[in-house]
């Protein structure tokens, strides 16, 4: 069964960084598994945001690249987003999802909000 819990959202001034944590529990080892961001806005489909891939090869979203960094602790089975240099547009829900071979997981957790604000 898989369990996330996504933690580290807030209130952020534009220009401002915040680091997303989801903490994982998989029924595989936790290094096994590739991982991945999405948020969603309001209105908005969820979408992809960066995505880390046999623990070092990463993936970004056009929007993010040169901002977001996916990164993942095998040890503390937890996921990492650093965001820096936020804009309103990065307002959103954030979730963490993992991938065990091919198949993307249909589990989610709650999210964590992130709103960039004046």
């Known amino acids: 069964q898989v369990q996330l819990v996504e933690s580290g959202g807030g209130l952020v001034q534009p220009g401002g960084s915040l680091r997303l944590s989801c903490a994982a529990s998989?029924?595989?080892?936790?290094?096994?598994y590739d991982w991945a961001w999405h948020r969603q806005a309001p209105g908005k489909q969820r979408e992809l945001v960066?995505?880390?891939?046999?623990?070092?090869?990463?993936h970004y979203a056009d929007s993010v690249k040169g901002r977001f960094t996916i990164s993942s602790d095998n040890a503390k089975k937890t996921v990492y987003l650093q965001m820096n240099n936020l804009t309103p547009e990065d307002t959103a829900v954030y979730y963490c999802?993992?991938?065990?071979?091919?198949?993307?997981?249909?589990?989610w957790g709650q999210g964590t909000q992130v709103t960039v604000s004046s």
């Open positions: 999802r993992p991938r065990y071979g091919s198949a993307w997981s249909n589990s």
């Open positions: 998989v029924p595989r080892s936790f290094s096994l």
């Open positions: 960066a995505a880390i891939f046999g623990g070092s090869r990463s």
